[in-house]
């Protein structure tokens, strides 16, 4: 069987385009390949703290997040279906030594996210900041992963565990590691030739983005649905004057129409040809606001059924499975660097 791997930040709040763009098309991959694949999902806690959070809420924002997957449609009672914490598993930072030790300085110094998340906090830079894609490397390597959907921002990172598996099999000539497929292979198995990307409100030439600062420009999943048809309505447009589905031109509109389509599971194309050619801006704002007020609402009442013990449970059974399958990894790997006989 073939092995999906994902792990989402839970440490802020995720926003609609969270939802639309990386929840739905992996819970639908899950679906897809429930019969010939083990699919993933893990919750990158240790990676949570390479740039300043409030480690106070850490833990409860954890059993959130998972809730949200659940909340979202998640089949727990797959039997292929795994959720735990990366820090429930230590093997993910014991195989990140090891392979810190066959990676070298000049490859990981070329990583562009360390770059330009330093630059966000030049005076928070860690170590751990330059690491995490050797952890994340650990991450996708321990299960054999085939396939990791991410966003592209991380394809590099997925090169660079590629990198990593390629140079420790050959030097120890034995298959240590699955090779994860390369970057296109990715991009067709996870469906993403056209790629969902959500537009912030305020600046829709730009992704909307839950760490923000400005509450207009995101839709939380936690927002009061009344709240959410609000930003909806103040959504930054153009002076066009036609409504048309022209992310160039027209990104606001473009990013409006995106949004009704995917929350009321209808093809894009249905919907671009309901409002072409019309002039109010207001009326294509208010049934969007409608589809996200409905849409909030029923995914609120659903994650208010979740209790935290619903959570544990499914942790408990997932991380008993990444433990079993990590543990024995890790044990080929100690072997082959001559850490066991």
């Not at 995720?14 to 429930?34: D, K, Q, V």
């Not at 089949?75 to 990676?103: G, K, M």
Request: glycine share 4%; net charge negative.
């Amino acid at each position: 069987m073939h092995t999906i791997l994902t792990g989402v930040r839970v440490n802020e709040e995720p926003t609609i385009g969270n939802f639309l763009g990386a929840y739905t098309p992996m819970i639908n991959l899950s679906r897809e390949h429930a019969e010939d694949s083990h699919t993933n999902f893990f919750v990158p806690d240790l990676h949570s703290f390479t740039t300043p959070i409030d480690h106070s809420k850490l833990y409860d924002q954890t059993i959130k997040g998972i809730k949200y997957y659940m909340a979202a449609g998640l089949d727990t009672n797959s039997p292929n279906v795994h959720i735990y914490r990366q820090s429930r598993v230590p093997a993910h930072s014991e195989l990140c030594w090891i392979l810190d030790c066959f990676t070298p300085y000049g490859e990981a110094c070329r990583m562009t996210q360390f770059k330009e998340k330093g630059a966000e906090h030049p005076d928070a830079v860690t170590v751990g900041l330059f690491n995490y894609p050797v952890l994340m490397a650990a991450d996708i390597l321990l299960y054999d992963a085939d396939y990791v959907p991410l966003g592209e921002d991380q394809f590099q990172h997925l090169e660079l565990a590629r990198n990593i598996a390629i140079r420790m099999n050959n030097k120890f000539d034995e298959k240590l590691f699955t090779l994860p497929a390369p970057e296109k292979e990715q991009v067709k198995f996870m469906h993403l030739e056209n790629g969902i990307r959500i537009r912030s409100l305020t600046e829709p030439t730009k992704k909307m983005s839950k760490s923000a600062e400005n509450e207009k420009s995101k839709i939380l999943l936690c927002d009061e649905p009344k709240q959410a048809a609000k930003k909806i309505m103040s959504a930054t447009t153009d002076s066009e004057g036609v409504i048309r589905f022209d992310m160039i031109n027209q990104p606001g509109i473009s990013n409006l129409l995106t949004i009704e389509a995917l929350l009321t599971n209808r093809d894009i194309q249905d919907v671009i040809a309901d409002w072409a050619g019309q002039t109010s801006y207001g009326d294509l704002k208010r049934k969007v606001a409608d589809s996200v007020m409905y849409f909030l609402s029923d995914f609120q009442e659903r994650l208010n059924q979740i209790s935290d013990a619903d959570v544990e449970a499914v942790l408990q059974k997932g991380e008993a499975y990444a433990n079993e399958v990590a543990n024995k990894k890790l044990r080929q790997v100690q072997k082959a660097v001559g850490l066991y006989k």
